[in-house]
């Protein structure tokens, strides 16, 4: 089991590229279709160990259970 995080840390997100767009579609071809836009970007994360290690885990957005939110580490 991982420590608790301290009452305050060092947090600081940086876009390290331009964004760009992507649109998916859900259940293409159904009554149940319906577009999501996203975005691809690069990014330097300065956080606790245990914070990266969650993002990593789990993704960092709200469509995360959609395949969204997706990160991987240098």
Known sequence: MN??????YSFHFTFTGTPR????????GTPEQSKIRG?????DL?????IHRLI????????NSLGFGW????
């Open 56 to 63: 990593l885990s789990c993704g960092a957005g709200e469509k």
């Open 39 to 43: 975005y691809l970007f690069e990014f």
């Open 3 to 8: 420590p608790p995080l301290p009452d305050s």
């Open 21 to 28: 767009s992507k649109l998916v579609t859900i259940k293409q």
């Open 71 to 74: 990160c991987e580490g240098d």
């Open 46 to 50: 300065t956080a606790p160990r245990e």
